[in-house]
């Protein structure tokens, strides 16, 4: 491959400038550089070396070049593609446009097909909601059984409310709280009656005089243990205070029996 080429140098000018004064003055004094330069000698020269370093620039490309392809050709790399021409441009734009063209007209006359079947007020398609998904008990894996309305319980009979959302197993009469997007949790018979006797009413409620239950009633909130009671039964004196005068009435009949227990 050939020298790289570079541009000339202030002495190589000023040996060109040189030679063209003396081949048009032969036989005349050497001139300095100020006068080589007021006699467009030095710009002359300077051009006809930018010329001959054009010339060797396109010939340094042109090696580098035929180099490059050998290089590709030794490495089984395909050359790029040559640019596309203009005429080539010109045809796929207009081919883009008559596309475009051709989508605006069926935009168009979708956007008035709408207007037309809105116009006519097509009553819409009623989708059934999917049916909820049914509990199931998670130790036998059966369907659980709502526990709705009237009910019997060892404490009596009991209407339950829908929005207790409890259920009851096939196999082993277990009972479980499945609320909305929750597990279902097993409740103990204990653990249900004190639910039960915050949201809900006995159907019959047992009879008693009146003096009867206040005197009960001040006579169990004034025991020392009472509070014991209810600590162990999972609430405090301030819940106890809000319940009504039956979940109350419940409460102290289970005191009454906590209170007789063995233990």
């Known amino acids: 491959m050939s020298e790289v080429p570079h541009m000339p140098t202030k002495e190589e000018i000023l040996a060109k400038a040189l030679e063209l004064f003396l081949m048009a003055n032969p036989g005349a004094p050497t001139p300095e550089e100020d006068e080589l330069r007021e006699g467009s000698y030095w710009e002359e020269a300077r051009r006809n070396l930018m010329t001959g370093i054009r010339s060797q620039l396109e010939g340094y490309l042109a090696d580098l070049e035929s180099e490059a392809v050998s290089i590709r050709?030794?490495?089984?790399?395909?050359?790029?593609?040559?640019?596309?021409?203009?005429?080539?441009?010109?045809?796929?734009?207009?081919?883009?446009?008559?596309?475009?063209h051709d989508t605006r007209s069926r935009l168009k006359e979708a956007r008035e097909t709408i207007e037309k079947l809105r116009e006519i007020k097509i009553p819409p398609k009623v989708i059934a909601a999917p049916p909820p998904e049914k509990p199931v008990c998670p130790a036998h894996?059966?369907?659980l059984t709502p526990i709705i309305g009237p009910r019997d319980f060892p404490w009596g009979r009991v209407n339950v409310p829908s929005e207790m959302f409890l259920f009851q197993c096939p196999m082993e009469w277990e009972y479980y709280?499945?609320?909305?997007?929750?597990?279902?949790?097993?409740?103990?018979?204990?653990?249900?009656?004190?639910?039960?006797v915050r949201i809900i009413k006995?159907?019959?409620?047992?009879?008693?005089?009146?003096?009867?239950?206040?005197?009960?009633v001040e006579a169990a909130e004034l025991e020392p243990n009472f509070g014991d009671f209810l600590r162990e039964a999972g609430i405090t004196m301030e819940d106890y205070k809000i319940l009504d005068r039956l979940g109350k009435f419940v409460m102290r009949g289970e005191y009454r029996r906590w209170k007789k227990r063995p233990y």
């Open 73 to 100: 050709d030794e490495l089984g790399i395909k050359p790029d593609l040559p640019p596309k021409e203009v005429r080539e441009l010109e045809e796929q734009l207009d081919s883009v446009t008559g596309r475009l």
């Open 141 to 143: 894996k059966q369907e």
């Open 177 to 196: 709280v499945c609320e909305p997007r929750k597990a279902c949790e097993l409740v103990s018979l204990d653990k249900l009656k004190l639910k039960l």
């Open 202 to 216: 006995p159907i019959a409620p047992p009879r008693l005089l009146v003096r009867e239950r206040e005197r009960f």
